[in-house]
């Protein structure tokens, strides 16, 4: 039986899994009718292709625990207004998937992706462990043609020892060899791990990023993705692990949650279609900063979002 039957209704408890269900992103409406909706938020709580430590799989719950430190504020700081008074969001719960059998996750994420994306402009994921990305890119890249990926992350994700293997350290070297990614456009930025390849894409390590400055980033990002339709994907171990302690694989050397937050308020000018925040595993976390740290971008990137529109609408006008 499907969770969203309405017999589910009166089937008492246990319906849901323990891990998942409704903790709702900013206090918006935990719901899953779209109609009228411009933003729907999930999670993915996936995390059965880790290398390393589990528990990704509690992110999108402990995401939206801290986001109500940040829905009691009306006006974000530095962005002056509330998104969500123009901005319909909703919380459509968590992605529904069967870990028992691991091989249908990767289809079951891409179908209720896909189906969200039919009906809403803007579906914003939270992991989950990376390897979600792989699906969520291939709905997105059917809806939009092969999308330039704008990568944070301390790992290439591109790494490929079996061409049968989607984990959450190959993903990308998939989505980018069966043209989900067109990897001409596409930037991996804050990468401090080693890889034989770059397969085409533009890599701004974190050495590049520490020396040039987060602006110098925003800029190449501009110029390596041009018009294209960009999939946004923020992997928290891309920040230093002084920032994000809460995750499975993490790096030292890497970006400063003002520099993630900086880059991202910054990308107006360029066309986002979709994104998804990964790797946030609640376990390894300290005072819950790697939590804030990630609803504190997803904040950011909302504003964005509106910021985005505003541009088009006014553009429109002019
Ligand atoms: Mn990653």
Request: glycine share 8%; proline share 5%; aromatic share 8%.
């Amino acid at each position: 039986m499907s969770l969203t039957d309405p017999q589910q209704l009166k089937s008492g408890m246990g319906a849901v899994p323990t891990y998942s269900g409704f903790l709702s992103l900013f206090r918006r409406a935990a719901t899953r009718s779209l109609n009228g909706v411009d933003i729907v938020s999930w999670g993915i709580p996936y995390d059965l292709a880790v290398t390393n430590r589990p528990g990704a799989r509690f992110g999108p719950r402990a995401i939206r625990e801290i986001s109500s430190n940040l829905a009691w504020e009306g006006a974000a700081w530095p962005w002056g207004f509330d998104p969500f008074e123009s901005l319909a969001m909703i919380d459509y719960g968590d992605c529904e998937f069967d870990p028992g059998k691991p091989e249908s996750v990767i289809a079951a994420i891409e179908e209720q992706a896909a189906s969200i994306i039919s009906e809403v402009p803007f579906l914003i994921s939270m992991g989950g462990d990376h390897s979600v990305s792989y699906p969520l890119i291939k709905a997105h890249a059917a809806k939009h043609g092969p999308v330039a990926l704008v990568q944070i992350d301390a790992h290439s994700d591109t790494w490929a020892e079996d061409e049968k293997r989607i984990d959450h350290g190959t993903m990308f070297y998939h989505a980018i060899n069966e043209g989900f990614i067109d990897s001409a456009h596409s930037v991996q930025i804050g990468i401090r791990t080693l890889n034989s390849s770059d397969h085409g894409c533009t890599v701004l390590d974190a050495n590049w990023v520490h020396s040039n400055g987060i602006m110098a980033v925003v800029d190449k990002v501009r110029e390596v993705v041009k018009d294209k339709p960009v999939y946004l994907s923020f992997d928290i171990d891309g920040l230093d692990p002084a920032f994000a302690p809460g995750t499975g694989t993490p790096v030292s050397g890497g970006l400063s949650t003002w520099q993630g937050q900086t880059l991202i308020r910054n990308l107006v000018d360029i066309d986002v279609v979709g994104m998804d925040l990964v790797e946030v595993a609640p376990a390894y976390d300290h005072s819950g900063i790697t939590a804030l740290a990630a609803a504190s971008l997803l904040l950011d990137f909302i504003c964005l979002r509106k910021a985005r529109l505003d541009l088009l609408a006014n553009a429109k006008d002019a």
